[in-house]
């Protein structure tokens, strides 16, 4: 693993603009170095994108790696600033790969999310693969405490990243859309809300393949929560991980 090389508190490094906001860079730096430590990146297709206010734009932009690097290998060199309406590029050498718009219209359709995590999960595409769930189950008592809705699981063969009609008719409803086949984005206020969804969400996936497969070993059930209790869980959510304060 590349070593970690993070910008100082300067105002700017050679080759950024002085509006440059080095914290978020390093941000993007920080969890992409997290998500590659947990064996979640496989490519150079997963991204983290992160809304912010612009002064010197006046505008809202995204912040997010370009295409063809692996968030394993980002450095601030990688990454890729963009207009959040126009999405005209205001900094980088390169585009983000065609996934960003699937970002930026999940952020245009949810006014409080300010960032966004994509990622293939090896556990995640696997099991939807076999057991092509629409809805969700539990065998944990805290995961949907750290989502606080319920996933959307799309169909089939449908993309979000090539194709963000769908995103409208779900984004409002949910912290985390699946596509089986291809993987997950979460989201959330901030990048470390959006990656403790990421990282839950596919964790529940692997005690799920867990319980199955000691459950056909053993012949005895799995004991999924009760919908009573997932229902609860993403009510109270809030208040049990961050005890109602504003993030």
């Given at each position: 693993?590349?070593?970690?090389?993070?910008?100082?508190?300067?105002?700017?490094?050679?080759?950024?603009?002085?509006?440059?906001?080095?914290?978020?860079?390093?941000?993007?730096?920080?969890?992409?170095?997290r998500l590659a430590a947990r064996q979640l990146l496989v490519n150079t297709l997963g991204n983290i994108a992160i809304r912010n206010h612009c002064p010197y734009w006046r505008r809202e932009v995204i912040y997010t790696k370009h295409r063809g690097v692996s968030l394993e290998e980002c450095g601030l060199e990688h990454l890729a600033v963009l207009d959040m309406q126009s999405n005209e590029l205001l900094h980088g050498r390169f585009r983000?790969?065609?996934?960003?718009?699937?970002?930026?219209e999940i952020m245009r359709c949810r006014s409080d999310v300010n960032a966004t995590v994509h990622l293939h999960p090896n556990e995640v595409i696997s099991f939807f693969a076999v057991?092509?769930?629409?809805?969700?189950?539990?065998?944990?008592?805290?995961?949907?405490?750290?989502?606080g809705k319920p996933p959307c699981i799309l169909r089939e063969g449908v993309n979000i990243e090539l194709d963000v009609s769908a995103i409208g008719q779900c984004a409002h409803d949910t912290n985390c859309i699946v596509m089986p086949g291809h993987g997950i984005t979460s989201?959330?206020?901030?990048?470390?809300?959006?990656?403790?969804?990421?990282?839950?969400?596919?964790?529940e996936i692997s005690r799920l393949i867990t319980s199955q497969c000691l459950s056909a070993a053993t012949g005895k059930s799995v004991v999924y929560a009760?919908?009573?209790?997932?229902?609860?869980?993403?009510?109270?959510?809030?208040?049990?991980?961050?005890?109602?304060m504003h993030r």
């Open positions: 693993m590349p070593e970690l090389k993070l910008a100082g508190p300067e105002a700017s490094k050679p080759g950024l603009p002085t509006w440059f906001d080095l914290a978020i860079g390093n941000s993007i730096l920080q969890y992409g170095q983000p790969s065609a996934g960003h718009q699937m970002h930026r057991m092509q769930w629409r809805e969700m189950a539990y065998v944990s008592n805290d995961t949907a405490l750290v989502m989201f959330g206020r901030d990048l470390s809300e959006a990656f403790h969804r990421a990282v839950a969400f596919t964790a009760s919908d009573e209790q997932v229902q609860h869980m993403y009510e109270s959510g809030e208040q049990v991980i961050y005890g109602g």
